[in-house]
């Protein structure tokens, strides 16, 4: 191999490793399309990647904890050195974290044939470390406005650990309610998380245009009351709750999150993809939270579209918004959409709208199956083919990271 070549193979090597986003998106975007082709062949071709699980479980599984999983490590993992001013993980420890996210990801595909003890202990290890090294930073460097979300990471470790419980038990009641809880505490993620950088990348946006950032607003009660909502709704979810209660609770937080979301005035800044996919992202959170509510409340076929306007729709749309965003502005590149790339955006939305209307029984199963899947694949293969090159590649302003 030459020398120019070799320096440059070694330069994007390093540069992988540098900061925690570059690797972990990369996999959730993978892992966004191999995890979804996995449940197909489960649910199709009978492939025996669950064992003694249940498909829907291990498909559920493999997107909360696995796809979710590395977009939340990438993004909170870089994000709290911006909040702490400590160098973000990289190198060895960085290869070593991944690795764990890795092993566990192909200990469930390999779960018919390993010890249930074994698969939990590689799988549940991932959080576990993510929440250690966090905690650590964040306490070390007395940021303590991010704990809570160290407690929300550490919360997640725990749910998988009693959803490997459920299943080596074959206790299906509280594998169910792991499921839905672990889905409340990714939507108590996106709410905070999204609820600091949705409105400050809209008045930033809006400063550079020379328009009054004061339309976007934002109320105290209305803060508090979409956290705390869906802080109390993960809680009920996961301990099997009366419908009576999870639909108050849903109800509360829906409303209460549309209106932060209305505030924000997202049409504002319709002209810049960057920002409007974020505000689109955040949208499915209510929609999924009334969906929710209407469900336990009325017991209506609506009780399970709540889910995917919660997953396809509010995670994925928000993990692609976010990440088109943070791999930009991570690497000292301009905050303009590469060429084609808001193609992944229509993709994904339509993925989760298809998949939704499925779920209400509006289209044919089947049918609104393949076809949000196939949207879906798309998508995240938009992004993979557009953003690979930005991942690998050293910062294009020299800055290490």
Same mark, same amino acid.
């Given at each position: 191999? *030459?020398?120019?070549?070799?320096?440059?193979?070694?330069?994007?090597?390093?540069?992988?490793?540098?900061?925690?986003?570059?690797?972990?998106?990369?996999?959730?975007?993978?892992?966004?399309?191999?995890?979804?082709?996995?449940?197909?062949?489960?649910?199709?071709?009978?492939? *025996?990647?669950? +064992?003694?699980?249940?498909?829907?479980?291990?498909?559920?599984?493999?997107? /909360?904890?696995?796809?979710?999983? &590395?977009?939340?490590?990438?993004?909170?993992?870089?994000?709290?050195?911006?909040? #702490?001013?400590?160098? *973000?993980?990289? =190198?060895? %420890?960085?290869?070593?974290?991944?690795?764990?996210? /890795?092993? =566990?990801?192909?200990?469930?595909?390999?779960?018919?044939?390993?010890?249930?003890?074994?698969?939990?202990?590689?799988?549940?290890?991932?959080?576990?470390? !993510?929440?250690?090294?966090?905690?650590?930073?964040? !306490?070390?460097?007395?940021?303590?406005?991010?704990?809570?979300?160290?407690?929300?990471?550490? &919360?997640?470790?725990?749910?998988?650990?009693?959803?490997?419980?459920?299943?080596?038990?074959?206790?299906?009641?509280?594998?169910?309610?792991?499921? /839905?809880?672990?889905?409340?505490?990714?939507?108590?993620?996106?709410?905070?998380? %999204?609820?600091?950088?949705? *409105?400050?990348?809209?008045?930033?946006?809006?400063?550079?245009?020379?328009?009054?950032?004061?339309?976007?607003?934002?109320?105290?009660?209305?803060? #508090?009351?979409?956290?705390?909502?869906?802080?109390?709704?993960?809680?009920?979810?996961?301990?099997?709750?009366?419908?009576?209660?999870?639909?108050?609770?849903?109800?509360?937080?829906?409303?209460?999150?549309?209106?932060?979301?209305?505030?924000?005035? =997202?049409?504002?800044?319709?002209?810049?993809?960057?920002?409007?996919? $974020?505000?689109? +992202?955040?949208?499915?959170?209510?929609?999924?939270?009334?969906?929710?509510?209407?469900?336990?409340?009325? %017991?209506?076929?609506?009780?399970?579209?709540?889910?995917?306007?919660?997953?396809? %729709? @509010?995670?994925?749309?928000?993990?692609?918004?976010?990440?088109?965003?943070?791999?930009?502005?991570?690497?000292?590149?301009?905050?303009?959409?590469?060429?084609?790339?808001?193609?992944?955006?229509? $993709?994904?939305?339509?993925?989760? #709208?298809?998949?939704?209307?499925?779920?209400?029984?509006?289209?044919?199963?089947? &049918?609104?199956?393949? #076809?949000?899947? @196939?949207?879906?694949?798309? @998508?995240? @293969? !938009?992004?993979?083919?557009?953003?690979?090159?930005?991942?690998?590649?050293?910062?294009?302003?020299?800055?290490? +990271?």
């Amino acid at each position: 191999m *030459p020398t120019d070549t070799l320096i440059e193979t070694r330069r994007r090597e390093s540069a992988l490793w540098a900061c925690p986003f570059r690797p972990f998106f990369l996999a959730a975007a993978g892992y966004a399309i191999l995890a979804l082709a996995g449940w197909l062949g489960l649910l199709l071709l009978g492939w *025996p990647l669950a +064992g003694d699980h249940p498909p829907m479980q291990w498909h559920s599984h493999e997107m /909360l904890f696995g796809m979710a999983g &590395a977009a939340i490590a990438g993004f909170l993992l870089t994000a709290m050195c911006n909040w #702490t001013g400590a160098q *973000p993980l990289s =190198g060895r %420890g960085l290869q070593a974290l991944f690795g764990l996210w /890795l092993a =566990g990801r192909i200990a469930l595909w390999l779960s018919a044939v390993l010890p249930h003890a074994l698969v939990a202990a590689i799988d549940v290890g991932f959080f576990v470390a !993510v929440a250690v090294y966090a905690g650590r930073v964040i !306490v070390g460097t007395a940021n303590y406005r991010n704990l809570p979300l160290v407690a929300v990471v550490s &919360a997640l470790a725990l749910a998988n650990l009693l959803f490997h419980a459920g299943w080596w038990t074959q206790q299906p009641e509280l594998v169910r309610r792991v499921e /839905l809880g672990t889905v409340g505490l990714i939507v108590l993620l996106m709410v905070i998380i %999204g609820g600091r950088i949705t *409105p400050a990348f809209t008045r930033n946006w809006l400063l550079r245009r020379e328009i009054r950032p004061e339309v976007v607003r934002s109320w105290p009660l209305v803060e #508090t009351a979409s956290v705390t909502s869906v802080a109390l709704l993960a809680l009920a979810l996961m301990a099997g709750a009366p419908a009576a209660v999870l639909a108050l609770l849903a109800g509360v937080a829906g409303l209460a999150n549309a209106v932060r979301v209305i505030g924000w005035r =997202g049409w504002q800044a319709r002209s810049d993809a960057l920002v409007w996919i $974020l505000h689109a +992202g955040y949208a499915w959170i209510p929609l999924g939270l009334i969906l929710m509510a209407f469900g336990y409340g009325t %017991g209506s076929p609506a009780s399970t579209a709540w889910m995917h306007a919660l997953g396809p %729709g @509010a995670m994925g749309v928000l993990i692609i918004g976010v990440m088109t965003r943070v791999a930009l502005g991570h690497t000292g590149r301009a905050l303009e959409l590469p060429k084609g790339a808001v193609a992944a955006y229509a $993709l994904i939305l339509a993925a989760a #709208t298809v998949r939704l209307v499925t779920a209400l029984d509006w289209l044919p199963w089947r &049918a609104g199956v393949m #076809t949000s899947t @196939a949207a879906w694949f798309a @998508a995240f @293969a !938009v992004f993979l083919w557009l953003y690979l090159p930005i991942l690998v590649r050293p910062r294009a302003d020299g800055r290490p +990271g």
